[in-house]
């Protein structure tokens, strides 16, 4: 089945910086991956997601690239501020399974 | 954004007692609801998948007739936590998919944080 790893497990940056986390993938079927924002003592918030077919996405601060040759994809935050520390899941998902999630990075954003 | 609300935020009881907890899709149809475990630092665990009008499947672990799941209507599914126990204290998490939208993306609820004492 899938497995998804996820790197670092914890990232420290200072405002204003950018931070990058990866995430890697067995399943080659595998064809949505979403990124989600987990604040403390909240549920996970879709941030931004990407489908195989594309290979980058990007959302005013938050982009999203995938390499399906490699099986990685990964978060770019750029202008980072205080309210993006959290914790980050990303997952990989085949059509029609379920979501299999990443163990999740806590970030960190110093002022 | 798709908007899931879950209800209680947070439910302190006894051990022995039931706890019922439900999640509602707020502006869309979910054929398709989740429910999750998340212990402090940890990933999202999947408990099980229920569809609406069907009986719910269950992850592997995952003791059905402890967590029972009701998937009532396109809008509301609830778990219930039966004779609960300190072990079951945890973060529960709903999500649903919008069955009239992109097919895989899940949307979540802001958790439940049961404590049993």
Known sequence: GENVEQHPSTL?????????IKCTYSDSASNYFPWYKQELGKGPQLIIDIRSNVGEKKDQRIAVTLNKTAKHFSLHITETQPEDSAVYFCAAVVYGQNFVFGPGTRLSVLP | GAVVSQHPSWVICKSGTSVKIECRSLDF?????????QFPKQSLMLMATSNEGSK???????EKDK???NHASLTLSTLTVTSAHPEDSSFYICSARDGGGVQETQY??????LLVL
């Open chain 2, 108 to 113: 979540f609820g802001p958790g439940t944080r």
């Open chain 1, 12 to 20: 420290s940056v200072q405002e204003g910086d950018s931070a990058v």
């Open chain 2, 56 to 62: 719910a499947t269950y992850e592997q672990g995952v």
């Open chain 2, 29 to 37: 149809q979910a054929t398709t609801m989740f429910w999750y475990r």
């Open chain 2, 67 to 69: 967590f029972l799941i």
